[in-house]
């Protein structure tokens, strides 16, 4: 079993940048494909950017050339660079992980993910 913590989250302008963290305890996060997704009020959970084993990144349209994933399996820690935010990326961000072949494809769907951490909220104000 892993634990994810998220932290990073806060409140920025639009057009700013933030930097999320996932840090994974209890197993070695490189053993995990691992993902973000977020939650806007009123709204389902959606998916932002996955990444896999191997380092296989997906992203969402809606967030792709302005965030980017990544993992240090050497610090059990994910990121997610958000550059250029927009007020319509305010919402709780999720990171998640689930054990994985390395060389399966990067997990798009909340139902492929076993473990989840308890968000952090990101307000982009215009």
């Known amino acids: 079993q892993v634990q994810l913590v998220e932290s990073g989250g806060g409140w920025v302008q639009a057009g700013g940048s933030l930097r999320l963290s996932c840090a994974a305890s209890?197993?070695?996060?490189?053993?995990?494909?691992m993902g973000w997704f977020r939650q806007a009020p009123g709204k389902e959970r959606e998916f932002v950017a996955a990444i896999s084993r191997s380092g296989g990144t997906y992203y969402d349209v809606s967030v792709k050339g302005r965030f980017s994933i990544s993992r240090d399996n050497a610090k059990n820690t994910l990121y997610l660079q958000m550059n250029s935010l927009e007020p319509e990326d305010t919402a709780v961000y999720y990171c998640a992980a689930t054990p994985n072949p390395f060389w399966s494809e990067p997990k798009r769907h909340a139902r492929e993910y076993e473990y989840w951490g308890q968000g952090t909220q990101v307000t982009v104000s215009s």
């Open positions: 209890g197993r070695t996060s490189s053993n995990y494909a």
